[in-house]
Structures are given as structure tokens and as C-alpha cells.
């Protein structure tokens, strides 16, 4: 209920402003404590390039799962050099990570939904909850196309679980918005996202979609869920 307040007055108080207004609004309500979590993909990238552009004190930070593709590196290294920041790494705890692939192989997340619950709580969820230790702020690149599943969602929301704010900047925004942001300025962004992959996670568990397919379709394909959510965004 406290939560429901809270945000109802932040919600009022982001209305109507726009992305940078509101993303400097957040970082002097909580200095500090607030964050956007990136993986690279095109939406974070542009929203990494509003915080860098406009020198927004708001910290970024990605989680590093040991599995992803050779081409996300490349657009880290391409946006600390293009922008200058310092972008927080955390990695899994390494004996979790240990144990699980001595006793199940490097691809246990095909065998059982379990499996794959397990990997990504290994590799993300946890990491996440360090990541978001003390701050009241989570940004995120969610937009409310991707799938069904965030329809649901709110441009922002209060999560009592994790007691922050959680602000989607670009929740109304098309792909094509985003990618035509990108090329416009120049943002640095994964070549996956021309060879069909919209969504890019680990590279065992993401594949290219083709058009007309469902957004998070190309992710833990050969799982049959209709939501297809590792646990970051409950
Ligand atoms: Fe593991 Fe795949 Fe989840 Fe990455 S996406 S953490 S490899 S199960």
C-alpha cells in the first residue's frame, strides 16, 4: 500500500516530461541510487546514450553471465570508448556456477524448464540482486511490444519484492522508433539486431526470429511458454 503511494506520486510527478527530464528527475530524488541495467541491446543502448549525452548522474551496470555472444562484447567496448563511462560488471558467483556445470554439462537449460530456471538464477537473478543492492531506481529497456506478457506492465511500477521504482523509458516506443533513434545518433548498437535477433540474451539461448514471429520468440525457443522471462522482470 506504502509502494502504491509512493508511486502514484512519482507517477504524477514523470508525467508529461520527457525522457531526459525524467531520468534527471529520478537521479536527484535518488542520488546514488539510482540505476539503468543494460545488456547491450538496442533499446539500453539508447538509453545509455540519453543518460551519457546529457551527463545524467545515473549509474549503469550489466550482468556478465559467462554465455554471451562475441558481439555483445564488442558493443560494450564500443559504448565506455564512444561515451566514456564506467559501466558496472557483475558475474555469478563462481562455485554456484562451478557446481552446477560439473554436475549437469555447459548445457543443462535444454534438458528441464528447472534446469533453465536454475542457470538463469544462477547467472542473472543473483547478480541482478547485487547490482540493485540499495538503490530506489531500476531502469530498464522494457518496451511494452516485446511481448504479451509486458503489455501487462506499466511505463513505471513499484516493486515491493525489491523495494524500488522500476521506469521503462521507451515502453511506448516501436522497434523501428528505437533502431531509427540509433541510426540517427550514431548510438552504437549489436549487429545481431540485423541478422534477425531482436532480443539478444546468453548466445545458447537466443536465436534470430523471422518477421511476422513473436518478439521474444528467439528466446528459450524450445521451451513451451507463453512467457518467456529468465526472472529479472517478474
Ligand atoms: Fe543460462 Fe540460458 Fe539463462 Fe543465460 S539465458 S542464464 S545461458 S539459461
Redesign the pocket.
Known amino acids: 500500500m506504502a509502494g502504491e503511494i509512493k508511486l502514484n506520486g512519482l507517477r504524477l510527478l514523470l508525467k508529461g516530461k520527457t525522457i531526459e527530464e525524467s531520468l534527471k528527475t529520478l537521479a536527484t530524488l535518488y542520488p546514488g541510487e539510482a540505476v539503468l541495467t543494460t545488456s547491450f541491446g538496442i533499446e539500453d543502448q539508447v538509453i545509455t546514450h540519453l543518460i551519457c549525452v546529457n551527463e545524467i548522474p545515473i549509474e549503469i551496470a550489466t550482468l556478465d553471465?559467462g554465455?554471451l555472444f562475441p558481439e555483445t562484447y564488442k558493443v560494450f567496448n564500443e559504448t565506455i570508448k564512444k561515451y566514456n563511462v564506467p559501466i558496472k560488471v557483475f558475474f555469478p558467483e563462481h562455485d554456484s556456477v562451478e557446481e552446477m556445470v560439473s554436475n549437469k554439462g555447459p548445457y543443462s537449460?535444454y534438458y528441464s524448464s528447472e534446469n533453465?530456471i536454475e542457470?538463469?538464477r544462477?547467472?542473472?537473478v543473483e547478480p541482478l540482486g547485487r547490482a540493485l543492492k540499495g538503490k530506489s531506481a531500476w531502469i530498464s529497456g522494457i518496451r511494452s511490444g516485446q511481448s504479451d506478457n509486458r503489455q501487462q506492465m506499466e511505463w513505471i511500477e513499484f516493486d515491493d519484492r525489491k523495494n524500488l521504482f522500476k521506469y521503462y523509458p521507451l515502453f511506448d516506443w516501436s522497434y523501428e522508433e528505437v533502431k531509427e533513434f540509433a541510426v540517427k545518433n550514431k548510438i552504437p548498437y549489436n549487429i545481431l539486431h540485423d541478422r534477425g535477433f531482436v532480443s539478444i540474451?546468453?548466445e545458447?539461448?537466443?536465436r534470430a526470429i523471422k518477421p511476422g514471429e513473436d518478439f521474444r520468440s528467439g528466446?528459450?525457443w524450445w521451451e513451451n511458454s507463453d512467457k518467456k522471462e529468465?526472472g529479472l522482470h517478474k
Open positions: 553471465t554465455r537449460f533453465r542457470c538463469c544462477i547467472r542473472k540474451g546468453c545458447p539461448c537466443t528466446r528459450w529468465c
